[in-house]
């Protein structure tokens, strides 16, 4: 038995017909309970038949009252989307206006937190300079005869000292970042040379972990054209870090690869613990740490690898990370030759 198509009509577009010609009192409860049967009775017999015609050829509804509640249906259809849209559309300004808001609140917060950092960096440089220069005098016997003890005292005294130069110069070059402010430097660098100065630079520190660091450099590497003391810093940045989280017995291999006439493949690689890839973006956040605990094995800022992302991005480029926990990472960030450079 085939089935009549059924054509299209303007009551399609109007849902629950039957109810709403109820509520209006065009039909009663009966007739619309005798139309619903008929109706399904002639799709029974293979004959297409809306609720609309069902009434009509029962003579329970005449053609006038249908197209007329009909349309009154497909008006306050109309009316309601219109409304439903200028609402969407007020929330939408709404949420949008709490958005920028919350953006500017943001970035007035981040603002004034690279303010502090670099208020507080610079005033703590001044004091340390002075102790620092003290310790000096003292270790070199210059304001007098000290003993031996004393004098291994004053050493890690002296060496701590340092270290805190050495993070509140990092805190400093973290709030010009921070500001937009980090500038860069460009110059032609001799890069195998700067990898022997870093791999001297980590090795004490490697060799007291008992951790191998060497490098591995291409024969006739070009000179890049990129920041020294910048891309220095990245690179101890990451190799420090690669040591530190390297066991007993592992390796860490600064690697100089170049790619093609323009291209030199840069990276750190280590046999450490590894990073979830679930975290791989969260060790680029500043001042976050994987292991937040009081008792977390590993010290530092967090802020090293936030600058050093900043850094190789200021250069042009961009720096990819690839880990598996237990068995180590890799960081690598490719670098333009001169002569890229200069075409």
Not at 83 to 110: C, H, Y
Not at 245 to 272: H, Q
Not at 326 to 343: E, H, M, N, Y
């Amino acid at each position: 038995m085939s089935t009549q198509p059924l054509r299209l009509s303007p009551e399609m577009l109007v849902p629950r017909l039957g109810d709403y010609l109820v509520h209006k009192e065009f039909i009663s409860e009966d007739d619309l309970i005798h139309a619903l049967a008929y109706q399904q009775e002639q799709v029974a017999l293979g004959r297409a038949c809306m609720l609309g015609h069902a009434l009509i050829e029962l003579n329970l509804l005449s053609r006038e009252k249908l197209d007329q509640v009909v349309t009154e249906q497909i008006i306050q259809l109309r009316n309601a989307l219109q409304a439903a849209n200028r609402s969407l559309e007020e929330r939408v300004q709404q949420r949008t206006a709490e958005l920028e808001e919350a953006l500017a609140r943001l970035s007035e917060l981040s603002q004034m937190k690279a303010n502090f950092i670099s208020n507080i960096s610079h005033e703590l440089r001044t004091p340390l300079t002075h102790i620092k220069g003290y310790v000096e005098l003292l270790v070199s016997e210059s304001l007098g005869p000290i003993s031996a003890d004393q004098k291994h005292a004053l050493q890690v005294s002296h060496q701590s000292t340092a270290r805190l130069e050495g993070l509140i110069d990092d805190l400093i070059m973290f709030s010009l970042a921070s500001r937009g402010e980090l500038s860069i430097k460009q110059e032609s660098v001799d890069m195998n040379r700067l990898a022997n100065l870093l791999i001297k630079t980590v090795q004490q520190k490697a060799i007291d972990r008992g951790v191998t660091a060497h490098a591995v450099v291409d024969k006739d590497l070009p000179m890049l054209q990129a920041d020294p003391q910048k891309i220095a810093w990245a690179l101890g940045q990451l190799l420090d870090n690669a040591v530190k989280f390297t066991p007993s017995e592992g390796r860490v291999v600064l690697s100089m690869r170049r790619e093609s006439n323009d291209l030199v493949m840069i990276s750190v690689t280590d046999t450490g613990i590894g990073i979830s890839p679930s975290q791989v973006e969260e060790i680029f956040e500043p001042f976050h740490q994987l292991d937040a605990s009081s008792t977390r094995k590993y010290g530092g800022t967090g802020i090293g690898l936030s600058l050093v992302r900043q850094i190789i991005e200021a250069h042009g480029s961009m720096i990819d990370v690839s880990s598996v926990q237990g068995k180590g990472s890799t960081f690598r960030f490719p670098l333009l030759t001169i002569s890229a450079r200069a075409d």
